[in-house]
Structures are given as C-alpha cells and as structure tokens.
C-alpha cells in the first residue's frame, strides 16, 4: 500500500471510529476513566485527564452523524475502485 492522501484520510477516519466507540462505562472505568472520573471543583485547571474524556465526549456527540456519512463515501470508494 503506497503512502497516499487517501490512506492518510483512511487513517484519520479509523483513529475517530475508534475514539467514537469507546463506551464510558464498559470500557474506560475499568481503567479509572468512567464518567466521575476526572471532575474538578470550580474554578480549577481541568486535568489531561478530565480534557481527554471531554474530547472523548465531544468525538461521541458531534461527530455521530458526520463519521457515518464519511465511512458510506469511503466503502462506496472502495467498492468501486479497490
């Protein structure tokens, strides 16, 4: 496989499919990652931790609908040209 745009794109896709399954409570709290983990109190600096389950968050939410229209383009781009 030659390293392209495409694989590029395909790459970046993958790696927010990934980001975008990760269930909070049967996968990240067994490794302390769950839902209360990672809240500050008010007024306080937001930890790596408490920003990454944020971004975590956000992948989940806002790119629901987006990724599933974006892996349609890619199958239907694979389907037809290999």
Do not use: W
């Given at each position: 496989m030659a390293f392209t745009l495409y694989s590029l794109i395909q790459t970046a896709i993958l790696?927010?499919?990934?980001?975008?399954?990760?269930?909070?409570e049967r996968f990240l709290s067994?490794?302390?990652w769950g839902?209360?983990?990672g809240v500050g109190g008010f007024g306080d600096d937001p930890g790596v931790k408490a920003q990454i389950l944020t971004l975590i968050r956000?992948?989940?939410t806002?790119?629901?609908?987006?990724?599933?229209?974006?892996n349609t383009v890619?199958?239907?781009l694979?389907?037809?040209f290999g």
């Open positions: 790696c927010t499919n990934a980001v975008a399954v990760l269930h909070e067994k490794f302390g839902v209360d983990q956000s992948v989940r806002v790119m629901r609908v987006p990724l599933i229209i974006v890619c199958i239907v694979l389907l037809l």
